[in-house]
């Protein structure tokens, strides 16, 4: 059992950076993916970054590559997205995922099995 809970979330002017951080309760094994996913009202949710813990592989949206980045830490207890060059179409409800299972790309929400609360970023001027 896995319990994620995001954090960071924040209102920015474009071309701003934040960080967003997911802590993590529970096993995290080496078979494990995690990732970052966004969504915006009446829109379904999208990948925007994961990694494997196993071999530290990352994977991005189109949309986000060279702006974001995707990271763990040491202790595999928090997933952290760090976000810069923000632009408006960037503002999303931003969660967290986890997944006992390896990923080779991007994954897909029906990919993960446990899911944070989300957190709000908004990008505007």
């Known amino acids: 059992q896995v319990q994620l809970v995001e954090s960071g979330g924040d209102s920015v002017q474009p071309g701003g950076s934040l960080r967003l951080s997911c802590a993590v309760s529970g096993d995290i094994p080496t078979r494990t993916c995690m990732g970052w996913f966004r969504q915006t009202p009446g829109k379904e949710r999208e990948g925007v970054a994961s990694l494997y813990i196993g071999g530290g592989n990352t994977y991005y949206a189109d949309s986000v590559k060279g702006r974001f980045t995707i990271s763990v830490s040491n202790a595999k207890k928090t997933l952290y997205l760090r976000m810069n060059n923000l632009k408006p179409e960037d503002t999303a409800l931003y969660y967290c995922?986890?997944?006992?299972?390896?990923?080779?790309?991007?994954?897909?929400?029906?990919?993960?099995?446990?899911w944070g609360q989300g957190t709000q970023v908004t990008v505007s001027s």
């Open positions: 995922a986890a997944s006992y299972t390896f990923c080779s790309g991007l994954s897909r929400v029906s990919d993960f099995t446990y």
